[in-house]
């Protein structure tokens, strides 16, 4: 897993040098699901980006007529079984490449949920965040449990791949976090984020 990571990241670097990194958090941007992809899986999609949404500003739509003009593209592929569930190609046309859940579900211990706890990481790469954080953070890709909200270095990281433009900051998020548990069969299910209040 270490290796792939490192081979996620180094593909992130190229993109970045060649200056392919060019999607703007401040303006709209499109997620488009491939068309396989039923009402469910876009809606764990739009559930995960609104939690980019309501932290930082963000503003990904789900999108499946991309009439946005930033677009990322939104689908399964088996070669985003050899990293963490999940794969960030940040040279146009940008794309997130999950796992199919039938395989990536059998290798994670049947964890519920598997399909959020991906998007919402894959998210932070195509918010132009190139690294992966160390602690209990959704932008660490080895991570066993989900976060209940996004980490300081979280926060520090899409300040620091953003910081030219960074969009009016949000609320802090709820996670809803979800226990470790090896004996649940995976059920895919919607569950969104929201302002925490104090």
Not at 11 to 27: E, F, K, M, N, Y
């Amino acid at each position: 897993m270490k290796r792939a990571a490192a081979a996620q990241q180094l593909l992130l670097l190229v993109s970045t040098l060649a200056g392919c990194r060019a999607l703007d958090v401040t303006q709209p941007i499109a997620l488009v699901p491939e068309v396989s992809w039923n009402t469910l899986e876009a809606g764990i999609l739009a559930d995960a980006a609104e939690c980019w949404n309501l932290q930082f500003g963000t503003q990904f739509r789900v999108d499946r007529d991309a009439t946005i003009e930033q677009q990322v593209r939104v689908g399964y592929s088996d070669a985003a079984c050899l990293d963490a569930g999940g794969l960030t190609i940040a040279a146009p046309p940008v794309r997130v490449a999950v796992c199919p859940l039938s395989y990536m579900v059998s290798i994670h211990a049947k964890r519920s949920h598997v399909l959020m706890d991906v998007l919402i990481h894959e998210l932070g790469h195509v918010a132009n965040i190139l690294g992966h954080a160390s602690g209990h953070s959704v932008m660490n890709s080895e991570s066993i449990l989900r976060p209940e909200q996004f980490s300081n270095e979280d926060i520090a990281l899409f300040n620091d791949a953003n910081a030219d433009a960074l969009p009016a900051p949000g609320c802090t998020v709820r996670i809803p976090a979800e226990p470790y548990d090896d004996t649940v069969a995976y059920h895919p299910g919607r569950e969104g984020c929201a302002c925490e209040t104090p």
